[in-house]
């Protein structure tokens, strides 16, 4: 009895000497650490398949990329590479890949990496040149559209170059975790791989991007790292791993992808255990709420529309009202519209409990809505902190292109860990209608949520106001 004892204690030391040194650093992890990991984790996305296709089980995965996922040949870029290793794992399987054409919005150029008398692995290329993670997050998501209708067996995201120019860490990692959790909001379950872009040859913009990746990775635990962008760097990005290194210095050629996403690939499905895994739950799902920095952020407080919102202030000529014809919340029934006639004109919240703050970070989440004429500056966010000697800390999200694709749906935008000066004077909240010159158009949000640390939160149930519960009442107190 006293031996087992002694053995128990001994693996609950070794796990708690494990684990801590697997959340600090998950991208450096060597293939046997890794592999130390999962077998006290148990599951990843790319094990996931692995399992179903070792079952004779049809299996699907979407991979969400930009213009280094979309080629076949000449360079055969990363979504047709991991489609390649599969295809050395299971011999017997038929290995599909479909690419998103852009012309037709469907998945319309298909490509047969092998065929076999067993399962089929299908892999949905969702590869736009020139996207970001948020490029799709709007119309796509609404009616019969394949991104929210046709839920994958797992998600491989391959972003990071269109999100580091002219952006902060705050930024990028706000970017990248709203489409994470957008992904989990409209696929629960699924489990979720990223893989780290590689450097780009003339400069270290995609630093930025490969830190926020990892704070993801390090915030949301269950996600499986596929790390392309360490060998490049190890290797010391030579210029023949580009298709041009001095004039393009982005995009990798065929040698590049040899040296670098081959081995990440091959190596994560060496040591992913071939077992069922399930993702974690999206953090926009209001049973992983948290409470409201913000005063009346879900805007149910309203004592006259048009007019501002109880516990808001405005700056600009600008017009607040209640619109209930386009809403997120169905119990609510309304969102906050917002209509100016000046540049820059906004609403705007200053935290009263501040001051406890100092020093800590803060996460900003929004939910928006752009419709058809929006202009680029259109439902901008931000959060402030004054604070003396150019101490000043400001986030803004950034200005959005209005194309189709991210119009006429209501998408997150999250500022992530905005760390408060410990000297700063205040803190504010800023919702703009536009940030430069406004259209005629007019921008809706639902939920406005700041929270402290770095994860993006729902509105939590907390916030809503203690109203009777008769009609109006019962329809203001929904989450």
Do not use: C
């Not at 002694?6 to 070794?14: D, E, P, T, W, Y």
């Not at 993801?216 to 290797?235: G, T």
């Amino acid at each position: 009895m006293h031996a087992l004892a002694r053995l128990i204690a001994a693996l609950l030391l070794a796990v708690l000497a494990v684990t801590p040194a697997a959340a600090q650093d998950i991208p450096a992890r060597g293939l046997a650490a890794k592999a130390r990991d999962y077998a006290l984790t148990g599951t990843t996305a790319l094990g996931h398949i692995k399992w179903q296709l070792l079952q004779g089980r049809d299996a699907s995965i979407l991979v969400d990329s930009d213009s280094t996922g979309n080629s076949a040949s000449a360079p055969r870029e990363m979504p047709f590479r991991l489609a390649d290793e599969y295809a050395r794992l299971f011999p017997a399987a038929t290995i599909i890949v479909n690419t998103w054409n852009t012309t037709t919005s469907t998945y319309t150029d298909q490509t047969i990496v092998q065929s076999g008398s067993g399962p089929t692995l299908t892999i949905q290329n969702f590869a736009v040149p020139g996207a970001a993670l948020f490029y799709a997050m709007g119309s796509f998501w609404t009616g019969a559209s394949q991104l929210a209708w046709v839920t994958p067996d797992a998600v491989i995201f391959n972003h990071g170059h269109n999100h580091v120019v002219g952006t902060t860490i705050e930024m990028v990692r706000g970017e990248l975790l709203a489409g994470v959790e957008m992904w989990r909001l409209f696929h629960p379950g699924v489990p979720i791989a990223i893989v780290t872009q590689n450097p780009r040859y003339g400069d270290d913009f995609m630093a930025t991007a490969y830190a926020a990746w990892r704070d993801v990775a390090r915030l949301r635990p269950d996600v499986e790292v596929i790390d392309s962008y360490a060998l490049w760097i190890a290797a010391g990005k030579p210029a023949s791993w580009y298709l041009d290194a001095v004039g393009d210095g982005i995009h990798p050629a065929d040698p590049g992808f040899v040296g670098a996403m081959v081995p990440a690939v091959r190596g994560e499905l060496a040591v992913a255990p071939a077992r069922p895994a399930r993702g974690a739950v999206s953090l926009f799902e209001p049973s992983a709420a948290s409470q409201n920095l913000l005063l009346n952020g879900g805007f149910e407080l309203w004592p006259t529309s048009p007019g501002l919102p109880t516990n808001w202030l405005s700056s600009g000529t600008i017009t607040a009202e209640k619109d209930t014809s386009i809403y997120r919340n169905q119990r609510l029934g309304y969102s906050l519209k917002l209509t100016a006639s000046t540049a820059g004109a906004y609403i705007y919240q200053d935290i009263p409990a501040f001051a406890s703050l100092r020093g800590k970070p803060v996460t900003l989440t929004v939910w928006l809505y752009r419709p058809t004429g929006s202009t680029a500056g259109a439902a901008r966010v931000a959060v402030t902190a004054p604070a003396p000697s150019g101490g000043t800390v400001t986030i803004t999200t950034r200005a959005n292109a209005p194309i189709s694709a991210n119009l006429n749906g209501w998408q997150p935008w999250v500022i992530s860990g905005l760390m408060v000066p410990a000297n700063a004077s205040s803190l504010r909240v800023v919702i703009y209608q536009d940030s430069g010159t406004p259209s005629a158009n007019p921008v809706y949000f639902d939920q406005v949520v700041l929270t402290p640390g770095y994860l993006p939160k729902a509105i939590s149930r907390l916030d809503l106001p203690r109203l009777p519960a008769n009609g109006v009442g019962a329809k203001q107190m929904a989450a």
